[in-house]
């Protein structure tokens, strides 16, 4: 696998972990069924994506950049769906998330 595909994969199993975060808010400790399905399969789908990811990247930033992905889409998902608070501090924690990605991307170039 070549770098610009495990990074666009990286990001897809990023944008992946913010909708299983959000489908397991919706499954509600997993007492609804279809979301409960959903969740495990979004689950498997991201594992999966980030274990081919590791194939070309190494461990520390891949899996840096999925957890900022996902923590900085998720909180952006809370507020969007779920009428969650963003706060200068913490609009401020998803900006410091962010550039640490792309610090991260740019070190590996």
């Known amino acids: 696998m070549n770098?610009?595909?495990?990074?666009t994969l990286l990001v897809v199993a990023?944008?992946?972990?913010?909708?299983?975060?959000?489908?397991?808010k919706y499954a509600e400790g997993y007492t609804?069924?279809?979301w409960s399905i959903v969740s495990v399969l979004l689950l498997a789908a991201f594992v999966y994506l980030l274990?081919?990811?590791l194939e070309a990247l190494p461990v520390g930033t891949a899996y840096a950049v999925w957890t900022g992905i996902g923590a900085a889409g998720t909180v952006i998902m809370g507020v969007v769906l779920f009428g969650e608070?963003?706060?200068?501090?913490r609009l401020g924690g998803?900006?410091?998330?962010?550039?640490?990605?792309?610090m991260l991307k740019l070190a590996e170039a």
């Open 3 to 7: 770098q610009g595909l495990a990074w």
């Open 14 to 24: 990023g944008v992946l972990d913010v909708a299983w975060a959000v489908s397991m």
């Open 32 to 34: 609804r069924l279809g």
């Open 51 to 53: 274990g081919r990811v």
């Open 85 to 89: 608070t963003l706060g200068p501090l």
């Open 94 to 102: 998803v900006v410091v998330v962010l550039a640490g990605i792309a």
